[in-house]
């Protein structure tokens, strides 16, 4: 093995442990804008039900202020909390992108090098190839030389 050859396959090891790493943080930065996504979706779902309790309560029926004010603040704050989610969510969003990003990157890095290493295989297989028939082209034309055809 070339020093070049062991060099590429140091390199590549490194970029197979680069693009591991890189593909488990892409897989929980997936499942944290899954988590996040569900959240949001449980904070809308609150608000809605919510409004359509409050919509209910008030039809034909008179509500006092106290009450009234008392609704308005668990709105405003159901409210508050889908526009804090939804800020959450669209962060987790943001880093699971760039999760991808250096996922897809490590994985080329990866590959390029692999590529590299291949070529640089198949190169010293071409010269071990040459040697060999060099070598026994050799053999050959001694025993020619010397007399003996088998």
Not at 97 to 115: E, P, Y
């Amino acid at each position: 093995m070339s020093q070049r050859e062991r060099a590429l396959s140091a390199l590549h090891r490194l970029r197979d442990f680069q693009h591991g790493r890189q593909e488990a943080a892409h897989l929980l930065a997936q499942r944290d804008e899954r988590t996040q996504h569900d959240a949001l979706t449980r904070a809308r779902s609150d608000l809605g039900d919510a409004q359509q309790q409050a919509g209910n309560a008030g039809q034909g029926l008179a509500l006092d202020l106290g009450r009234a004010g008392l609704v308005t603040q668990v709105l405003e704050g159901l409210h508050d909390r889908v526009a804090q989610q939804l800020h959450v969510h669209a962060q987790a969003q943001q880093r699971a992108a760039a999760a991808a990003t250096a996922h897809l990157a490590a994985q080329r890095q990866r590959d390029q090098v692999g590529d590299h290493l291949a070529l640089e295989r198949d190169r010293l297989q071409q010269v071990q190839d040459m040697r060999d028939f060099d070598d026994n082209s050799d053999l050959l034309l001694a025993r020619l030389r010397c007399g003996d055809r088998t």
